[in-house]
């Protein structure tokens, strides 16, 4: 076990760190280097700087989507909030979506009798989220810069969301406690990040979604448990996500296929329509022979997306 001297952004610890790898990334040519605490757990990335332009160019294809209009569905997790948080009547609690993309959430909060607000680093899925959607209170700013417009304005919140943001965050510490401070008594912080103890979890040559500059922390239940504790908030409920079975059976297609066949995820962007039809092919010749393993699996298995929510109760000073 390699150690170093470090201190965690999440918990604190100031001490010996579990060092796993390096990484270069393709885009700025950014050296990186991976470490866990010994203590919470959490995995995270150094250094870690946002890069505004890494969005705005797409260089993900979920951002070139984004910016295309072409995601039109809410994803499985926002459905999870609406789970929990039924629909309201009377009086609109005011809900702030920290990285609301094009606004999709919001709509559909909206509709369900929130006051919608937002923010995003992205500028095009704001504009997106303005001018196609109809939502007057989207802003394309940070969390920082949306925290000094509140205090000045006295915004306060019910809930903030925050769907797979808190792994892009450079200040993890600061955004919380900004997030806390907007929260009114009682209020709710909800949201998803990456599961890295989930059950089809990759390491895939050529995809760097879960590598900086894009993430820049990795957590598993206990490390989000302690992360939200210590940043001031109670009745911390963390737990996996259980997926729609398409959605499910379709990630233990390609799990089997990488595992078993040992075959390469990427193939040249040329060959894309030759992809497709053997990806048909291969969907229809796995998957009836991996529908009875998958109801077998299904409740025995982490699944890739964390959901947690926290209060910040009636007793806390804002």
């Not at 209020?187 to 059950?199: A, I, S």
């Not at 895939?204 to 940043?231: C, M, T, W």
């Not at 379709?250 to 992809?275: D, M």
Request: glycine share 8%; net charge positive.
């Amino acid at each position: 076990m390699d150690l170093r001297s470090q201190q965690c952004p999440g918990c604190g610890l100031s001490g010996p760190q579990i060092f796993r790898e390096t990484f270069r990334d393709p885009y700025f040519g950014q050296d990186y280097r991976l470490f866990e605490c010994s203590q919470c757990g959490l995995q995270y990335w150094e250094p870690r700087r946002i890069i505004p332009e890494f969005y705005e160019k797409a260089y993900l294809r979920e951002y070139r989507a984004r910016h295309e209009g072409r995601l039109k569905r809410l994803k499985y997790y926002h459905l999870e909030f609406f789970k929990n948080f039924a629909r309201f009547s009377g009086v609109r609690p005011r809900l702030l979506d920290v990285g609301c993309g094009n606004g999709l959430f919001l709509k559909q909060a909206r509709e369900r009798g929130f006051e919608p607000w937002g923010i995003d680093l992205d500028q095009y899925s704001v504009r997106f989220a303005s001018e196609k959607l109809g939502l007057s209170r989207v802003l394309a700013l940070d969390l920082a810069g949306f925290f000094q417009k509140a205090q000045q304005e006295n915004w306060r919140f019910e809930f903030i969301t925050a769907f797979e943001v808190l792994e892009h965050q450079d200040h993890l510490k600061d955004f919380l406690d900004r997030v806390f401070r907007l929260l009114v008594p009682g209020g709710f912080f909800v949201g998803t990040v990456p599961n890295r103890e989930n059950f089809f979890r990759m390491e895939h040559p050529g995809s760097f979604v879960d590598y900086p500059p894009n993430h820049f922390f990795r957590f598993n239940q206990q490390s989000l448990k302690i992360l939200l504790e210590k940043a001031g908030f109670e009745k911390v409920v963390v737990y996996d996500i259980r997926e729609p079975f398409y959605k499910y059976l379709k990630n233990l297609e390609k799990f089997t296929w990488q595992k078993v066949v040992r075959a390469p995820k990427n193939v040249g962007g040329n060959y894309k329509r030759i992809v497709k039809i053997f990806r048909f092919f291969r969907a229809l010749c796995l998957r009836p022979v991996l529908l009875f393993p998958a109801l077998i699996l299904r409740e025995r298995i982490s699944y890739p997306v964390l959901y947690f929510q926290a209060q910040k109760t009636r007793g806390s000073d804002g």
